[in-house]
């Protein structure tokens, strides 16, 4: 089996998400993201219980666009969301023992398009 580049991977899964991503008329779309105040530890407990729900390397490896910036709390922002979005936008799939927050304003930034 050929190996496609990550960049060209993360790109494909990128494209993929935001083509299969749509919203009813009358629902508001809606984000999960980490709390500006959560500390280091909760921020990596957040990616561990995420990725063990939900697939994570597809988007937080090095060269795929929402890798960067290279912190903890965007990466657990981002794996936060993925978990969120793909376990219904329930109020409670967001609460991540009360570091985060469900926010309408779209957290998408550079290359990087959330769900």
Same mark, same amino acid.
């Given at each position: 089996m050929a190996k496609l580049p990550a960049l060209s991977f993360c790109l494909l899964v990128v494209s993929f998400i935001t083509v299969a991503t749509f919203t009813l008329a009358h629902e508001e779309k809606?984000?999960?993201?980490?709390? @500006?105040?959560?500390?280091?530890?909760?921020?990596? =407990?957040?990616?561990?219980? &995420?990725?063990?729900?939900?697939?994570c390397s597809t988007f937080l490896q @090095?060269?795929?666009?929402?890798?960067?910036?290279? =912190?903890?709390?965007?990466? &657990?922002?981002?794996a936060m969301n993925v978990y969120y979005q793909r376990q219904g936008r329930n109020q409670w799939n967001c609460d991540f023992n009360n570091s985060a927050i469900v926010t309408v304003t779209d957290p998408s930034y550079g290359g990087c398009v959330y769900e």
């Open positions: 809606t984000w999960c993201v980490a709390k @500006p105040s959560t500390d280091e530890i909760a921020l990596q =407990n957040n990616i561990e219980y &995420a990725c063990t729900n939900v697939e @090095p060269g795929c666009p929402c890798f960067t910036p290279d =912190n903890r709390f965007n990466h &657990a922002s981002v």
